[in-house]
Nanobody
Framework: QVQLVESGGGQAQAGGSLSLSCVASGRAYHMGWFRQAPGKEREFVAAISMSFGNTFYLDTVKGRFTISSDNAKNTMYLQMNSLKPEDTAVYYC???????????????????WGQGTQVTVSS
């Protein structure tokens, strides 16, 4: 069982920056960020292979968000720059102990989830 603890988030103006962190209590092979805005389905934002460092992004955040990790600390980060009001959502950290993930953008690929942290971007 892996527990995930998120931190960061908060409020920012459009064009501003925020950062998120997620600490895993145990080893995870893949970790990701998803978000859910009010009235919308949860959507994939970014993912990273903790072993190889491969990164994956939602098209609308490419060039603005950067996912990274510190394996020694079992920690994943999401640096969010050039924020837009449409980035407003609850952001969830996710992780899987599986070494093989067919679709990193599918929420069902992850068995562990954080509690979520609110990100609000005002125009």
């Amino acid at each position: 069982q892996v527990q995930l603890v998120e931190s960061g988030g908060g409020q920012a103006q459009a064009g501003g920056s925020l950062s998120l962190s997620c600490v895993a209590s145990g080893r995870a092979y893949h970790m990701g960020w998803f978000r859910q805005a009010p009235g919308k389905e949860r959507e994939f934002v970014a993912a990273i292979s903790m072993s190889f460092g491969n990164t994956f992004y939602l098209d609308t955040v490419k060039g603005r968000f950067t996912i990274s990790s510190d394996n020694a600390k079992n920690t994943m980060y999401l640096q969010m720059n050039s924020l837009k009001p449409e980035d407003t959502a609850v952001y969830y950290c996710s992780a899987t102990s599986s070494g093989v993930v067919v679709n990193v953008a599918w929420s069902g690929s992850y068995e562990y989830w954080g509690q979520g942290t609110q990100v609000t971007v005002s125009s």
